[in-house]
């Protein structure tokens, strides 16, 4: 999910709650894939071209060696990046 402030949703839109706490095992290769996900994301928005994953979150599932796309809607009363963001 690329996050543009203010452009689109954030993490708080996507949980609508509290953040999860629990911790979850990194296997093996999974920070490399996310990590070149990453950089291509940056480069894209650095040279202004091709889609960004703006309002869109990408799973990755590493032991299925699959990926799921979902949309994700900016939520306007967002506290972190709605219309009258909370001064947290």
């Given at each position: 999910m690329t996050i543009l402030?203010?452009?689109?949703?954030?993490?708080?839109c996507l949980y609508r709650g509290t953040l999860p706490q629990e911790k979850f095992p990194v296997i093996g290769m999974t920070p490399a894939v996310i990590?070149?996900?990453?950089?291509t994301e940056a480069v894209?928005?650095?040279?202004?071209?091709?889609?960004?994953?703006?309002?869109r979150l990408l799973l990755y599932d590493g032991l299925e060696l699959t990926f799921n796309e979902f949309a994700i809607e900016r939520n306007p009363d967002c506290d972190h990046c709605g219309s009258l963001p909370s001064k947290e």
């Open positions: 402030p203010g452009k689109s949703a954030c993490l708080r990590g070149c996900i990453q950089a894209k928005y650095l040279l202004g071209i091709g889609k960004l994953l703006t309002n």
